[in-house]
């Protein structure tokens, strides 16, 4: 048998194998887990909730599951980390909110159910900024997560504590969520692998919402194929979740077959993604990658998008819109934290004043303001109509090329407190993600190469809207291949 | 000298739909003031977080039936909105209604009034969830709290499909309001969407009420009035707000924009809201649901399935000889329009006419039922046992007396009315030899009221009638013994003469 420090090195892939050759078992991988979490979380504050003994009891039967002989689905055994927006039945969700404290939903999130129908192992819940509302997971009611590259920076976020999980070996592979950023950009500055699908590929159904048009489940894992594997088996229609599209799914519950070179492939290069401030090293990093690209027979087209500067503003439009809306509900008379219970808008008006942090205020203030009365044209309609021009802007690109690359972050993990105060800092942290959040398409970020202190640089590969078959195996191609 | 006003009213109407289960949820919609609280509830109407609503196809289709019927266009692209606002009883803080782009525009509706008939427009018909219901408790209540006072929040209500229909400003009387008013009820209840029960609250009206001098076409400040539960409310409250505006500019004030409310126990409106404290709802369309189509092709489906509405039936029953006014008996509940027609196609082999089965149910069958507190559900006398019997009576086999009680047992037992006539011998003795033998024996035998008879107490000629009907037990037929009996007397008439 493997020891624990060498079970923890394993990807999900490795470690499905593994347990499918019968060299561990899902106990072994769990108590190595475990173990990573008890040694590792104390620094890192990766996870809200660790459940060891519900992970032990599933973990158990997924091993007896599999000593009863038949196929298994590739995920039977294999400890996972989620997201503390997800909902999953037994566990504490807060949503990284003091107003959520003590909600237990009787409900698991469908991506849950289906990571739960493989027979997956949840180890616990983490770290995410409130209510997905940050980018750096500083913006937690309940702890700091921090780098395991560098203790004193950030994990980036809002799925900090997701990415760190699977980069610091406390799971195989996670679920975050990605409204604007919030799965590829702490993969990014965590050197892991996050991939946020097409709008519409995974039900939203149990996810606390933060934006609801843009918000999308994304795996985290150390490989592509982890991430393949974790996507075919959360994304397709949801009838509980009227916004899922009915498009069939590629299947990499197996793997995805990388490509003998990336002959015939058109990588196109958005100049509007090369801009001023973004970090050099990052900018010579990525531009490295794309070479690569380049050697192993892509040909390299320079697309225009020409509505990207409009894309921070459109997004701190319409998701703080929606953020106003979908945060009404905490109001403290059904579930979680309740203040004064004397008069009715005391009650309200403490609950959520003394639940909700300052950048969930801030962006209701902005979300109630945008959709005010005499406001909503100027603000809402017109952030609708410029999206639908950043979309096209999109459409008409892929027309030229397969996949776009370009930063995933235009800096690497920046030191803990350094942009706490600066919202409109932090905010540009998004700059190239949110665009593809924006038109709905899908986007990974893999780690290319490290910065000058060692920290993790990532290269945003974007897809066509529902090109997942298309874009993976091109991601694959690139990391078999790229070695710094 | 006072003015006379002119008012102008516009109609909401506020209607549940009574589908299977809620609009956005698998919850059963249910009487909400008879089930337990919050046991029709799931996470989704509890407004938990990460739920999501899905659309009940079954309310579209019902809000379809009522925007055809109220003669609207209904509209290939919905979106639903959310409608913003804190209150306990709306668990999401929003409720998902339609905004910018309902279900159904440009409708009309033709109310029979007084003056005639009066086209009321329909501006537009959406759908969207009801909310929850508060009951606010004084000294605490069995549950706790006890000593305070408390407000006690159930959503077995949150989540139904509720449609709103919004007329246009086009009623300018209390009398045609509440004509209109009547007759949505009454589509509501032929499309069977919604049981009408009033005092369940399943219907709910707001009036926006403005006044101006008769004459004038000004649109002056109107005032909504909420809440009002019943036509009665309707109608005072309507009346109420016309008279204080009309007060109010007889002393050259002027009247706020405002919400008003119904005080049911002082019958007086009250201001609720000003137009500056207006709610700013901040609509906006509801990410977590696509825009819906509709099929033109499936409207047309839906339309052909309409049933004959009110209006309609009231004008074919009048075609068929009934008054207005028993056609609008009839009419005015669904069940007996449906027990009227099924009578009427049971005609067809008889004689007997639709007037007749009219008298019938309106009259008997509506006393018996009365009487015994029971309604046409379960009634066991058929429409088709109805006719039979009013057939025996018409044609001479019983008399209407005994068509009486013959129809008191049927509503008793079921059976029809030729298994009791004949097992009663009933039948209606018309056998005009025996009744002449009655008579000549009745008169034999009273020579005395023949003698007076024939002095002139022609009176007397109602007692051997009496007389003779006593001696066949009630069962002869009237008309013969009429007949046999003047036949008879005349006779002893003339022998006298000659004698
Ligand atoms: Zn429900």
């Known amino acids: 048998m493997m020891s624990n420090t060498s079970l923890i090195q394993l990807s999900l892939s490795q470690a499905s194998q593994a347990l499918r050759q019968g060299e561990t078992s899902s106990v072994a991988l769990t108590e190595a887990v475990l173990s990573q979490i008890s040694q590792a979380d104390g620094r890192l504050q990766a996870f809200l909730h660790v459940s060891a003994e519900q992970a032990l009891a599933q973990a158990t039967s997924a091993d007896q599951a599999r000593q009863a002989g038949g196929t298994h689905h590739p995920l039977l055994g294999i400890p996972l980390a989620i997201k503390d927006i997800l909902c999953l039945q037994g566990m504490p969700a807060t949503a990284g909110s003091r107003i959520l404290q003590g909600y237990r939903p009787v409900y698991d999130a469908t991506a849950v159910t289906r990571l739960r129908q493989a027979g997956a192992v949840f180890v616990g819940k983490t770290n995410t900024d409130e209510f997905a509302m940050g980018s750096s997971t500083e913006n937690s009611a309940y702890q700091v997560t921090r780098n395991p590259h560098d203790l004193e920076r950030v994990p980036g976020g809002s799925s900090g504590g997701s990415a760190v999980a699977v980069a610091a070996h406390m799971a195989f592979g996670a679920l975050g969520t990605d409204t604007g950023g919030s799965v590829r950009q702490p993969a990014s500055l965590c050197g892991v692998v996050g991939f946020k699908p097409s709008y519409g590929r995974v039900s939203r159904w149990g996810v606390i919402a933060f934006a609801s048009s843009l918000d999308q489940v994304g795996p985290i894992g150390r490989t592509v194929d ?55 090293e990052v900018e010579a990093a990525v531009r490295r990658a794309i070479e690569h690209m380049r050697a192993l027979g892509a040909t390299l087209v320079d697309v225009d998008l020409p509505h990207t500067e409009y894309a921070l503003p459109t997004y701190y439009i319409i998701a703080p819109a929606e953020a106003s809306a979908n945060l009404a509900r905490y109001d403290g008379v059904r579930f979680g934290s309740r203040q ?145 | 000298m006072k003015r006379q006003y002119q008012p102008v009213i516009g109609l909401e109407v506020h209607a549940e739909l009574e589908t299977a289960s809620k609009m956005f949820c698998g919850c059963a919609v249910v009487d909400s003031t008879m089930a337990e609280p919050n046991r029709h509830v799931c996470p989704v109407c509890l407004g938990m977080p990460g739920m999501l609503p899905t659309i009940n196809a079954k309310a579209i289709e019902y809000g379809t039936r ?43 509706l033709d109310v029979e009034t007084s003056a005639g008939t009066q086209r009321i427009r329909i501006r537009r018909v959406h759908l969207e969830e009801d909310t929850g219901k508060l009951t606010h408790v004084d000294g605490g209540y069995a549950g706790g709290y ?118 049911e126990m002082r019958q007086q409106t009250f201001a609720q809201r000003s137009k500056e404290n207006a709610h700013d709802y901040r ?61 009427l196609s049971a005609l067809a082999s008889t004689r007997v006419s639709a007037k007749s089965v009219a008298n019938w149910l309106t009259g008997q069958v509506f006393a018996l039922l ?31 007396n005994s068509g009486r009680d013959v129809l008191k047992k049927m509503f008793e037992t079921g059976e029809s009315a030729q298994a009791i006539v004949a097992r009663d011998g009933l039948a209606q003795v018309s056998d005009s030899s025996l009744i002449a033998r009655t008579i000549d024996q009745l008169i034999a035998d009273n020579p005395n009221e023949l003698q007076n008879y024939l002095a002139g107490k022609e009176s007397l000629a109602q007692w051997f009638f009496g007389q003779v009907m006593k001696q066949l037990k009630g069962q002869a037929n009237p008309q013969v013994i009429k007949a046999e009996l003047t036949a008879a007397l005349e006779l002893r008439k003339k022998h006298a003469q000659d004698s």
Request: charged share 20%; net charge negative.
């Open chain 2, 370 to 400: 009365n009487a015994s507190g029971q309604n046409l559900a379960n009634l066991k006398v058929t429409p088709a046992q109805l006719v039979e019997l009013i057939g025996l009576v018409e044609g001479g086999t019983i008399n209407i």
């Open chain 2, 146 to 263: 006890a000593g305070e006072n408390a407000s006690l929040v159930d959503l077995n209500r949150a989540g139904v499909p509720l449609l709103e229909i919004v007329s246009e400003p086009d009623i300018h009387s209390v009398e045609v309001l509440k004509a209109f008013a009547e007759q949505l009820h009454a589509i509501l209840r032929y499309l069977k969407v919604n049981s009408g029960d009033m005092e369940k609250g399943v219907i709910r009206f707001e009036s926006n009420v403005s006044v101006r001098p008769i004459g004038s076409d000004v649109l002056n400040p109107r005032t909504e009035i909420k809440n009002l539960n019943s036509f009665r409310a309707l109608t005072r409250g309507t009346e109420y707000e016309i008279a204080r505006q009309s007060a109010i500019y007889d002393q050259a004030g002027t009247v706020r924009q405002q919400t008003m409310g119904w005080n």
């Open chain 1, 226 to 280: 982890d991430v393949a594997l974790l996507f075919s088996t959360i994304a397709g229609h949801d009838p509980l979740d009227s916004t899922t599209a009915p498009n069939p799914v590629p299947d990499f519950t197996h793997g995805v077959s990388a490509l003998p070179d990336l002959t015939g492939v058109r990588v196109g290069v958005p100049r509007q993604y090369f801009i001023e401030g973004i970090q050099p």
């Open chain 1, 340 to 484: 004064a219970e004397t008069d009715l808008w005391a009650l309200y008006e403490q609950s959520r004043g003394l639940g909700f942090g300052a950048e969930v205020k801030r962006r209701i203030m902005l979300g109630t303001y945008t959709l005010s009365a005499g406001y909503y044209d100027a603000y809402y309609l017109k952030a609708q109509q410029v999206r639908t021009l950043i979309k096209r802007d999109f459409e008409q690109a892929f027309q030229q090329v397969d996949v776009m690359a370009c930063p995933t972050a235009p800096t690497t993990a920046f030191k803990l407190g350094s942009k706490t105060n600066d919202p409109l800092q932090m905010y540009l942290e998004d700059i190239f993600t949110l665009p593809a959040s924006l038109a709905g398409v899908p986007a990974i970020s893999l780690p290319c190469e490290t910065d000058s202190q060692g920290l993790p640089i990532g290269l945003q590969l974007i897809g066509s809207a529902f090109g997942e078959a298309r874009l993976l195996p091109i991601a694959k191609t690139f990391e078999l291949t790229y070695q710094n």
């Open chain 2, 66 to 108: 009522v925007a055809l019927a109220l003669n609207c266009e209904v509209q290939p692209f919905n979106v639903f909105a959310r409608k913003n606002y804190f209150y306990p009883d709306l668990p999401k803080g929003y409720q998902i209604s339609q905004y910018e782009y309902p279900l159904a525009l440009h409708g009309w």
């Open chain 2, 283 to 343: 609509y906006f369309p509801e990410p977590d649901l696509p825009p819906v189509q509709i099929d033109p092709a499936w409207v047309t489906e839906i339309r052909a399935q309409l049933p004959e509405l009110p209006a309609v039936k009231q004008d074919r029953y009048q075609q068929l000889g009934l008054s207005a006014y028993d056609a609008g008996v009839l009419v005015a509940e669904p069940e007996t329009a449906h027990y009227f027609d099924q009578a």
